[in-house]
């Protein structure tokens, strides 16, 4: 695969003057990519981005049964796309496989697809927790203690950039990556405590799966707002996890995850003590780690920035917060299938590239 970075390396020296269209003539070796459970919601959004990404070919879509991609997604360039059942995955494998999987099938299928050579980025909780237990919050025991190390935690843009020697990406959770994005600025400058920090915590129904179940018919969410997992969510040790890697702190904080009666997004209100009363020192941090980052909005202004309406279909992060006193009152919003899974695996397939994060993303050039 030397040659994707040979192609990221002349993206870049035109990165500031090209568009979108000279782009697509600088990767005409185009690495092939496919996707395992490419007919959940986040296997879908997924299929959606990479359809139109210029450094990649989208070659294979597999699901439990066979199916058609532009069916699916009523878009003629899915056409292309051959579509298999799981069961033929091993003998059609691309550079780079995707999995939108649930994680004991992730934890099945990454050594078999690693052990060939190619590279996977699983967007399931399969290879997520170092130090938890995976048969406390996943009900299964890890059997790939070895790749679960190996794993690279993939929070863009906090993640260490990927090397040519990443092979396995663990794309972040929904809720961990609302969460992270809007703590770690924060305690990495020992700006706000880290004890008696609150989360609570709000999704739409995709999140939960495209599957059936009683508690996701609209009958029962319409005009509802229903608390669920609470105190065994499994994005609860990776947010802790997430938080530790990255800033060194360790945090024990009461979290809450609640079903809202909408299809997408996810709004996360973070309440903690904050070591300043000054809000400028708030908003200096989010900005040494943001303001150069197009994917991140944030501000004070949360009557606009804390709208789901705002980030629903796009890869954004907006941060908003508001300090009374020593009280800091902090949003993040984003949308659980974009930032939250498919646009944030593009962003960690970008990096695996030597590309800006954005890249395939649908943002102007």
């Known amino acids: 695969m030397q040659y994707i970075f040979d192609n990221a390396n002349l993206f870049n020296n035109y990165a500031h003057t090209m568009n979108k269209k000279e782009a697509v ?4 070796n185009k690495i092939s990519v496919s996707i395992v459970g490419a007919r959940g919601y986040s296997g879908l959004e997924l299929s959606r981005l990479l359809l139109h990404h210029p450094a990649v070919e989208l070659t294979y879509a597999f699901a439990l049964r066979e199916f058609s991609l532009s069916e699916e997604l009523m878009e003629k360039k899915a056409e292309r796309v051959v579509c298999l059942s799981d069961d033929q995955l091993m003998n059609h494998l691309t550079d780079v496989v995707f999995l939108a999987t649930p994680p004991e099938v992730s934890l099945k299928l990454a050594p078999q697809i690693l052990s060939r050579g190619k590279r996977v980025i699983d967007l399931s909780g399969a290879f997520r927790l170092k130090k938890n237990d995976y048969q406390k919050w996943y009900h299964f025991e890890h059997t790939e203690k070895e790749w679960l190390q190996k794993a690279h935690y993939g929070l863009v843009p906090f993640a260490k950039p990927s090397t040519p020697e ?6 972040p959770g929904c809720f961990a990556t609302a969460v992270s994005m809007a703590l770690i600025p924060l305690l990495k400058r ?3 405590q880290a004890e008696n920090i609150v989360i609570d915590a709000k999704s739409g129904t995709t999140g939960a799966g495209r599957k ?3 508690n996701l018919l609209f009958s029962e969410v319409d005009g509802n707002c229903l608390p669920y997992r609470i105190g065994h969510h499994q994005h609860y040790p990776e947010i802790q996890e997430a938080v530790e890697l990255f800033t060194g702190k360790k945090i024990e904080p009461h979290f809450s995850t609640h079903l809202l009666p909408v299809k ?4 996360a209100s973070i309440y903690a003590q904050s070591k300043t009363t000054d809000l400028a020192l708030i908003e200096a941090a989010f900005a040494e780690d943001y303001e150069s980052n197009p994917l ?11 709208k789901l309406s705002f980030v629903v279909g796009t890869p954004h992060t907006h941060l ?5 006193g020593n009280k800091l009152y902090l949003f993040s919003t984003i949308d659980n299938l974009m930032k939250g899974a498919a646009s944030q695996a593009v962003s ?5 590239l030597d590309l800006p994060e954005q890249f395939g993303l649908g943002l102007k050039e």
């Open 25 to 28: 003539h600088l990767f005409k």
């Open 166 to 171: 990443t092979l396995l990406i663990s794309n």
């Open 190 to 192: 020992d700006l706000i």
């Open 212 to 214: 059936a179940a009683e």
């Open 264 to 267: 997408k997004g996810i709004l």
């Open 296 to 306: 991140v909005t944030f501000g004070s202004n949360i009557a606009k920035l804390a």
């Open 320 to 324: 908003s917060y508001q300090l009374s």
């Open 348 to 352: 960690n397939l970008n990096r695996l």
